[in-house]
């Protein structure tokens, strides 16, 4: 059996000597033999779960002398063979390829565990790569249910695992509407300048558009599974529905079973941040009050606005489709000064003030460094729940039609059985977290 | 958004129906009238009609779940499902638990009598959300002696839980587990043991063991204690972590890192000392974000370096400390290095220089800014002119620099601090340099944050296609941000387009054309589908524009374009642009064709010709900009108000004209034009302009009677009816002959006169004024006995649809 990236980082730790004793076989299973040799102790491996969409893009379909990608994992044959076909052309690879993620996640060659699949997945996955002392790269949104990032947080603590989430906002790029990272932002609300409690405004107005294309569709009618497609697979912990195409692959944001929709898919990206700028990347909002026409129990539909509120008054308001908002709209609003969409301040030359302010605590933002060094980066299992939940508490209100309480403490909500129902779903069997 | 509103229409009336029968409903009618409401679009909407489904439950429940068909082609069953999961919430509200009980009971009774497994598995969920939560039971630990046991023998991650199972279960031994830890060799095991200490018994009851066994601990675990001290900012560790700032190695970055978050005097001095060293970056990284005052600290070390004159990269980093953090007393010391005779601090000084100016230097560095030779030395004193004067307001800004350039030898060199203004006097200033053969300041014209640059900027480009490239996408981007009228943005994205001559000028017009949400827009952007370089662009742009625009599009240009939009995306191979091709689908779904109008068999037997059937505008002239044929109506939009006329391609004696018409707003004013010539006021100069108008709007409250609706405008006034609601269409017959005219709306005859007599045979006053005693509006109406001529629709503005127009054309006959 070929060793893994963990078990090389242990033996690291005797020095050199540990190295050279290794079989060279241990390389050549990691890929291409013909390629420039990479001292192990340098080098990582990374298995896909998930080559339809995202997993196939340019930013993850990617094999390097740092991170070798060396399987992949998908439910439908035409995107596994896709990805096999792509991985030799561009790697000059054969990848090793699993139907059933489970192989892949005990596949001894991959250190590392991409999981790039619909979101109902997630933390079952996460959960079961962190049980067999794999490190976890998850696409957002991080999990479907509350209940399910909580197990995340636990398993990753329990086996020591390295957990990153796949959203980055909070520490580059330009931050959407903002026209800057979220650093000179961050800076300006630690500054006090704004007063306290702030409102935030998420909307088409402050830069940041909510795609309501992912929205279901109503009376699918049943179609026959496509032969290449294993749809029970697919559907996993998922309640059976009949297959429609619209359910799966690149639509399948657009109903509850799986996601959440506009919301789930930008969600993660607009709020995580955010909830780094206001400092409450270990709080979470006691309230959540929804304007939305009632939503379809299977197809997600549009909603008009969002709002939460945290204990000590800040709020998130999520303006999305139908919204009226009259006047410029202001992206942060506090009672001392407001910011809109392109950095513009009431606050005279605000960037200078800025500027003279010490940049916001340095953050590992280098994924395969963290995993190496095993400290947290930026956006780890426990920032990622706490925001991925302000997601979830919005698609529990509007799955209910009304406001809910939540007690941030417990992650629960406040003498709500219905509402509690939706952070612990149950899963279709054999699957459980 | 069209569908929301049809809903909410169909809700309003059903609601008013509703409240005039409220209590004395059968269960069969309360479900039938909560599911004509679903889905409730607002919050007090859903609680009355989900009050009344629950108030009669069970039964209503088992009414509605009856009425769902087993899964299957063409079944619908989405407003059952919406009444059913609603009425569920509903009652789960804790407000309204009273009924819970007996919407639980519909469910089970519904779902019993159900054999459909689909609709039979949503009773059961349906039933479980009615359920009382249960926490998820909690994994039993692991026991100890099996934890002990796995410490010893498990893989890493075996070892990291049983770690974890034991500091949980006997917490006084915990320090032990820890300490044993970090004699471990496996990085993943100690940093584990670590972290879930911190987390169970805090960071201060770990500090003890930690500092007290950091001496002994391998250079690998000192690494991992001093990031862990760092990121718990352990201050009383101060002294071991700035210590280890001078061993080297891991350990100094990881103390680097570590002293830079817990701060401190002593950190700030120790990290300031390391800025020349091996980890300077790092230090440099470190002081950028640490916290506190260090500007004083900074400026002496800088002042120190500077006398010793040996430490290069210490002066480099000191330096971009200083930059970045805007330290404004460092700005004396930059002016002396800018002096320096070495060429090296001289230049590292001119380059910083930008960060340290203020309103008190602008003669000063506009002085240098003058006398600087050389590219990087004129830019550097010009970015730093423009940090001088940029708290200023921008009229006291270009006064400055206005002053300044007054007294300049290079004038150029200020051309760009000029166009940082951003005021209108220095786009003139620049214009006038530009026409006096000033290439540089076309250039700075590129940069300044003006609107009035964008017509220069054209102009330039339209002149002298090698300034294409430099001038065109400052263009776009100014109209792409400044054109607020959607039709003047689209026209001169247009004219960006004409023009634009290389792929990323194609994807620069088209992307920013994306954003207006307007008919023309589409179907202009819909013109590059074809074209190879701006294809990709053109497909973004439809499909961004299709699913904004509030406008209509005509149906076959919407389906052809989008069709062609989505094969341009998925011939890209590229995954992302599957969510493309999924958003257009579903536009395409949401689009409905139309079907051209027709001659009614009466109509064809008496010769009616059809002049507008929906599909196109072939046998009519004038202004086709206008009047634009949209889904089998003829459209007059909202967002180019045009006040232009559409004609008849024939003229025509004698006819009976038929037309539907509606109005989308309140307020629309139009006007048939009968044997009307060419280009005139049809009012006055035709034979008449029979009006089209919404009297009803509360504008026009003060109307006069030849104003109203299907009047012979200012000559013979129509009996005033009431206009259908907005939306609804009406049907209008004018039939000529001769001096009669008839008007006929909605069946209903409002017009039906002689012009000849209505004016007493006088249509323009017998004394040769303007004021005509015999016509009602008392003007002259000089086209009144026209013969022939055309027929036109007379805009006045958006908000008309017009379809089925049709004519019989009675020739010379009376």
């Known amino acids: 059996m070929a060793q893994s990236r963990r078990d090389f980082i242990k033996k690291a730790g005797l020095g050199l000597g540990a190295l050279t004793i290794l079989p060279r076989e241990v390389f050549g299973k990691m890929g291409d033999s013909s390629s420039k040799f990479v001292a192990p102790s340098d080098q990582m491996t990374r298995g896909i779960i998930g080559v339809g969409g995202i997993g196939m893009s340019n930013l993850h379909f990617v094999s390097d002398e740092r991170c070798r990608l060396v399987a992949v994992c998908d439910v439908d044959q035409k995107h596994l063979d896709n990805a096999l076909q792509k991985g030799e052309e561009r790697f000059g690879t054969k990848l090793q390829s699993y139907h059933d993620w489970r192989d892949l996640v005990h596949d001894p060659n991959v250190d590392i565990v991409h999981i790039a699949t619909p979101s109902h997945w997630h933390g079952l996955m996460a959960v079961e790569a962190a049980k067999t002392g794999k490190d976890i790269f998850c696409e957002k949104p991080m999990t479907r249910t509350i209940g399910e990032g909580k197990k995340v947080v636990e398993a990753v603590n329990k086996y020591g695992s390295i957990f990153r989430l796949d959203t980055w906002f909070r520490f580059k790029d330009t931050f959407y509407g903002l026209g800057t990272t979220v650093e000179p932002l961050k800076k300006l609300v630690d500054s006090g300048l704004l007063g306290w409690p702030l409102t935030v405004r998420i909307s088409g107005a402050t830069g940041f558009a909510w795609k309501f294309y992912w929205t279901g569709r109503e009376n699918l009618e049943p179609q026959p599974v496509p032969k290449e497609l294993d749809?029970?697979?697919?559907?996993?912990?998922?309640?059976?529905?009949?297959?429609?195409?619209?359910?799966?692959?690149?639509?399948?944001?657009?109903?509850?079973?799986?996601?959440?929709?506009?919301?789930?898919?930008?969600?993660?990206?607009?709020?995580?941040?955010?909830?780094?700028?206001?400092?409450?990347?270990?709080?979470?909002?006691?309230?959540?009050?929804?304007?939305?026409?009632?939503?379809?129990?299977?197809?997600?539909?549009?909603?008009?606005?969002?709002?939460?509120?945290?204990?000590?008054?800040?709020?998130?308001?999520?303006?999305?489709?139908?919204?009226?908002?009259?006047?410029?709209?202001?992206?942060?609003?506090?009672?001392?000064?407001?910011?809109?969409?392109?950095?513009?301040?009431?606050?005279?030359?605000?960037?200078?003030?800025?500027?003279?302010?010490?940049?916001?605590?340095?953050?590992?933002?280098?994924?395969?460094?963290?995993?190496?060094?095993?400290?947290?980066?930026?956006?780890?299992?426990?920032?990622?729940?706490?925001?991925?939940?302000?997601?979830?508490?919005?698609?529990?209100?509007?799955?209910?039609?009304?406001?809910?309480?939540?007690?941030?403490?417990k992650q629960l909500f406040i003498n709500d059985d219905a509402a509690n129902l939706l952070i612990n779903q149950p899963m279709r069997g054999p699957w459980s977290i | 958004m069209k569908k929301i509103y049809s809903i909410l229409l169909f809700l309003a009336l059903s609601v008013a129906v509703y409240a005039q029968d409220a209590r004395q409903r059968t269960v069969q009618t309360i479900v039938a009238d909560v599911l004509a409401a679903m889905p409730a679009q607002n919050s007090s909407d859903f609680a009355t009609q989900m009050g009344d489904l629950a108030s009669a439950a069970p039964q209503s429940i088992v009414e509605v779940a009856k009425l769902m068909k087993p899964a299957g082609e063409g079944v619908k069953n989405a407003i059952y499902e919406y009444a059913l999961q609603g009425v569920v919430s509903f009652v789960n509200d804790p407000a309204h638990s009273a009924k819970k009980a007996d919407v639980l009971k519909g469910l089970q009774d519904a779902a019993a009598a159900c054999s459909d497994p689909y609709n039979k598995e949503l009773l059961t969920t349906l039933q479980r959300m009615l359920g009382n939560y249960v926490a998820p039971a909690a994994e039993p630990e692991m026991p100890v002696k099996e934890a002990q046991a796995l410490l010893k023998s498990g893989k890493t991650h075996e070892k990291c839980l049983a770690?974890?199972?034991?500091?949980?279960?006997?917490?006084?031994?915990?320090?032990?587990?820890?300490?044993?830890?970090?004699?471990?060799?496996?990085?993943?095991?100690?940093?584990?043991?670590?972290?879930?200490?911190?987390?169970?018994?805090?960071?201060?009851?770990?500090?003890?063991?930690?500092?007290?066994?950091?001496?002994?601990?391998?250079?690998?675990?000192?690494?991992?204690?001093?990031?862990?001290?760092?990121?718990?900012?352990?201050?009383?560790?101060?002294?071991?972590?700035?210590?280890?700032?001078?061993?080297?190695?891991?350990?100094?970055?990881?103390?680097?890192?570590?002293?830079?978050?817990?701060?401190?005097?002593?950190?700030?001095?120790?990290?300031?000392?390391?800025?020349?060293?091996?980890?300077?970056?790092?230090?440099?990284?470190?002081?950028?974000?640490?916290?506190?005052?260090?500007?004083?600290?900074?400026?002496?070390?800088?002042?120190?370096?500077?006398?010793?004159?040996?430490?290069?990269?210490?002066?480099?980093?000191?330096?971009?400390?200083?930059?970045?953090?805007?330290?404004?007393?460092?700005?004396?010391?930059?002016?002396?290095m800018i002096g320096s005779q070495d060429k090296g601090l001289a230049q590292m000084a001119e380059d910083a220089l930008s960060n340290f100016t203020g309103t008190g230097d602008i003669a000063k560095v506009g002085g240098l800014l003058d006398a600087a030779k050389g590219a990087t030395a004129i830019s550097n004193y010009q970015d730093a002119l423009k940090a001088a004067i940029h708290t200023l307001a921008p009229a006291e800004q270009y006064s400055k620099v206005s002053g300044l350039i007054k007294a300049a030898k290079n004038v150029v060199n200020f051309y760009p601090v000029l166009a940082s203004t951003g005021t209108d006097e220095a786009v003139a200033d620049l214009e006038n340099a530009y026409n006096n053969g000033s290439s540089a300041a076309l250039a700075c014209l590129t940069n300044v944050n003006n609107f009035k640059a964008a017509p220069i900027l054209l102009k330039a480009a339209q002149a002298n296609p090698s300034n294409i490239a430099g001038v065109l996408p400052r263009f776009i981007s100014l109209v792409s941000e400044y054109e607020t009228n959607l039709d003047k943005k689209r026209a001169s994205l247009g004219e960006a387009l004409a023009l634009a001559n290389t792929k990323d000028l194609k994807t620069a017009a088209l992307g920013a054309l994306a954003n207006v949400p307007t008919m023309k827009s589409f179907l202009l952007a819909g013109k590059y589908l074809d074209d190879k370089d701006a294809a990709y662009a053109a497909a973004n742009a439809v499909k961004n524009i299709a699913s904004k625009t509030k406008e209509e599009i005509n149906y076959n240009d919407f389906k052809n374009f989008l069709t062609?939009?989505?094969?341009?995306?998925?011939?890209?191979?590229?995954?992302?642009?599957?969510?493309?091709?999924?958003?257009i689908d579903q536009i395409l779904d949401a689009a409905e064709p139309f079907t051209p109008s027709q001659l009614t068999a009466e109509e064809k037997k008496q010769g009616f010709e059809m002049l507008f059937d929906g599909t196109n505008l072939d046998k009519w002239q004038g202004d086709l900009e206008g009047y634009i044929p949209v889904n089998g109506t003829i459209y007059v939009s909202a967002n180019y108000g045009s006040t232009g006329n559409l004609y008849t391609k024939k003229e025509y004696r004698n006819f009976v004209y038929r037309f539907e018409f509606c109005f989308l707003r309140e307020g629309v004013n139009n006007g048939v034009g009968v044997r009307t010539p060419m280009g005139v006021d049809a009012a006055y100069d035709a034979m008449c302009e029979v009006q089209i108008l919404d009297h009803d709007a509360p504008m026009y409250a003060n109307l006069r009677e030849y104003q109203v609706h299907g009047s012979v405008y200012g000559v013979i006034p129509a009996k005033r009816i009431v206009h259908k609601p907005l939306g609804e269409w009406s049907t209008e017959e004018i039939r000529v002959e001769g001096d009669r005219i008839k008007v006929t709306v909605n069946g209903e005859v409002i017009v039906d006169g002689n012009i000849r007599t209505a004016c007493k045979g006088h249509n323009v006053a017998p004394d040769g004024s303007d004021t005509n005693p015999y016509t009602v509006d008392h003007r002259n109406h000089p086209g009144m006995f026209n013969k022939k001529g055309y027929i036109s629709f007379c805009g006045h503005g958006e908000g008309l649809k017009i379809r089925n127009v049709r004519i019989l054309d009675l020739g010379d006959k009376k």
Not at chain 1, 284 to 290: I, M
Not at chain 2, 567 to 579: E, S
């Open chain 1, 231 to 409: 749809y029970d697979l697919w559907l996993g912990p998922a309640p059976v529905k009949p297959y429609h195409p619209h359910r799966v692959h690149q639509s399948f944001r657009g109903y509850w079973d799986y996601e959440s929709g506009g919301l789930g898919d930008m969600g993660q990206h607009y709020i995580d941040p955010v909830q780094y700028f206001l400092g409450k990347d270990n709080d979470l909002p006691v309230k959540v009050e929804v304007d939305a026409p009632q939503q379809h129990p299977d197809a997600v539909g549009i909603w008009r606005s969002i709002t939460y509120t945290y204990a000590d008054g800040c709020k998130i308001i999520l303006e999305g489709e139908g919204f009226e908002s009259s006047g410029k709209v202001p992206y942060i609003e506090g009672p001392k000064g407001k910011v809109y969409k392109g950095f513009e301040c009431t606050i005279p030359n605000v960037m200078d003030v800025i500027n003279e302010l010490p940049d916001p605590e340095p953050r590992q933002v280098d994924f395969l460094d963290c995993v190496k060094n095993r400290q947290k980066f930026a956006l780890n299992e426990e920032n990622g729940h706490h925001s991925c939940t302000v997601v979830n508490l919005g698609s529990c209100a509007l799955r209910l039609g009304r406001t809910l309480h939540f007690d941030p403490e």
């Open chain 2, 163 to 336: 770690a974890l199972t034991l500091m949980k279960a006997q917490p006084e031994k915990a320090l032990k587990t820890v300490a044993s830890a970090l004699k471990s060799d496996d990085k993943i095991f100690r940093n584990s043991v670590l972290g879930n200490a911190t987390k169970l018994f805090g960071a201060a009851s770990l500090v003890p063991l930690l500092t007290s066994k950091f001496k002994k601990l391998a250079p690998d675990a000192k690494v991992d204690v001093l990031n862990w001290l760092g990121n718990n900012k352990i201050s009383s560790a101060a002294n071991i972590v700035n210590a280890a700032v001078g061993n080297g190695g891991e350990i100094a970055k990881a103390a680097i890192a570590a002293a830079g978050k817990i701060g401190g005097a002593a950190a700030a001095s120790t990290l300031i000392g390391q800025l020349g060293g091996e980890f300077g970056q790092e230090a440099l990284t470190a002081l950028k974000s640490f916290k506190g005052d260090i500007k004083d600290e900074v400026a002496a070390a800088l002042t120190d370096k500077l006398a010793a004159g040996t430490d290069k990269t210490a002066i480099t980093n000191l330096l971009s400390l200083a930059s970045a953090r805007k330290m404004k007393n460092v700005a004396p010391i930059v002016y002396s």
């Open chain 2, 564 to 583: 062609k939009a989505a094969n341009v995306f998925k011939g890209t191979g590229n995954a992302d642009d599957g969510y493309a091709v999924s958003e």
